[in-house]
């Protein structure tokens, strides 16, 4: 597509476009904004697959300060894996102000890296998360109680966001009271398309947690909060100020990403009824639940960061400068059907399904386990409870792409 073709067409969004840079052939422009991408009002994950197709596997866009983008799976994770080359120093579009403090762990590059993410792997691992599960239970079924008289509810707001919110103020002990003042915060600061909202929710975040942190570096105790704070780096513990970017990161990190999977969970549910029947059918087969949210997880990846390329390069027949941002989207691993026969089907028989909805390498999700458990929880206990439900007549669910794609609003009934 020609420059002034996308010029024409920029005016629309009112967002500045980005000279095409020297390096960058024509060939290989298109017109690809992941704050507005044509048809992820009704599906995000078809609408970002619409520029596999024809297109070049990897495309430069004027869009968002202008940025590379991969498409196909192999790229991706090749991407995900190359830390020399593929730095995650800055990890958002449009790059956020000069002096905004590193999001930590995910905007250090290895080795310092693996210094800071160890109390997080030591908090989450399997055996942590098997303990949670209890609380995790106990929390969807009360939520999940009170919401079956009804007959109906706002799923979103009434029940996926509340289930990650419990946990985490669990795992870092802090009031459960403060939820209704976090959530809209990590809401903003994980999905606005504006880098000085993003920033000021960042500061809120800080402002909240500030005390706290402070409180746990003078005093620290078993939970998440305090190991995170208390972090060696070079045999120093962290400032005040790195423990604040940490404790948010993990807070941004782990609730908007859940509620928004279970969200498209539901939704697939609710439109899909054979689905839904099979798996109330199979409930109790643990090794069948395993393998359908894997599934699910491969059709409804989510998030999305980008790195900076560290130095230039030839990859694949095109020329990269160092400096260069790419997007490499984890749900496009997904619904490669270069990886994936008939990626747009759900198919629970699924034998391999192929996906990199928790990242590769290096910054791989270590909130994961803790994800797949409260996922599962939340399947098993509403489908017992209400193994009947659609999308409520005359209501459309509210559908939203950015550095978390997520689903706002989505009206379900239920006899
Ligand atoms: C379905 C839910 C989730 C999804 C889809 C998800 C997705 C991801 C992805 C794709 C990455 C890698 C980003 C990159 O490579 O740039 C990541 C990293 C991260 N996630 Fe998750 N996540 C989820 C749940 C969680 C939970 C529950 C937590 C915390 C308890 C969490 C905390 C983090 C942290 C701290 C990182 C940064 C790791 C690092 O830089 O080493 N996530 N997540």
Request: net charge negative; aromatic share 8%; charged share 25%.
């Amino acid at each position: 597509m020609a420059d002034k073709g996308l010029l024409a067409m920029n005016e629309q969004h009112g967002a500045a476009l980005a000279g095409r840079p020297a390096h960058v052939s024509e060939a290989l422009v298109r017109d690809f904004d992941y704050y507005h991408l044509a048809g992820s009002e009704e599906d995000i994950q078809a609408a970002y697959a619409a520029f596999q197709g024809d297109h070049p596997d990897i495309f430069w866009t004027p869009r968002n300060g202008g940025h590379w983008v991969a498409t196909r799976g192999e790229d991706i994770v090749h991407i995900q894996r190359t830390t020399t080359i593929f730095s995650n120093a800055s990890i958002t579009l449009p790059r956020p102000p000069a002096g905004t403090p590193r999001q930590i762990p995910l905007e250090i590059d290895p080795p310092l890296h693996a210094q800071y993410r160890r109390p997080l792997m030591q908090a989450l691992t399997p055996g942590v998360v098997q303990h949670l599960e209890e609380d995790v239970r106990r929390v969807a079924i009360d939520q999940i109680e009170a919401l079956l008289p009804r007959g109906e509810c706002e799923f979103i707001q009434d029940f996926a966001k509340i289930l990650p919110i419990h946990i985490f103020l669990k795992m870092v002990d802090l009031p459960l009271e403060d939820r209704h003042y976090l959530v809209p915060i990590a809401e903003t600061s994980v999905r606005s398309s504006d880098a000085g909202e993003r920033l000021d929710a960042q500061h809120k975040m800080g402002v909240y947690l500030q005390k706290w942190v402070a409180e746990r570096q003078a005093d620290p105790g078993q939970d998440l909060l305090s190991r995170l704070v208390n972090v060696q780096i070079n045999g120093e513990r962290i400032s005040e100020a790195d423990g604040i970017n940490y404790a948010s990161l993990v807070l941004f990190g782990g609730l908007d990403t859940v509620a928004t999977m279970i969200g498209l969970f539901a939704k697939f549910l609710a439109e899909n009824p054979e689905h839904r029947r099979r798996m109330v059918d199979r409930m109790e087969d643990d090794s069948f639940m395993k393998a359908a949210i894997e599934e699910m997880l491969r059709r409804h990846g989510i998030a999305n960061t980008t790195r900076i390329i560290t130095q230039d390069l030839e990859y694949k027949g095109v020329q990269f400068k160092e400096g260069d941002i790419i997007l490499p989207p984890n749900l496009l691993v997904g619904v490669d059907d270069r990886l994936n026969a008939d990626p747009f089907t759900v198919d629970y028989d699924r034998s391999n399904p192929v996906h990199a909805v928790f990242g590769n390498g290096a910054h791989a999700c270590p909130g994961a386990t803790l994800a797949r458990r409260e996922l599962r929880v939340f399947l098993k206990e509403w489908l017992a409870r209400i193994p009947e439900f659609r999308v409520k007549p005359g209501t459309k669910p509210v559908l939203v792409t950015g550095q978390v794609n997520g689903i706002l609003e989505l009206q379900l009934i239920w006899p």
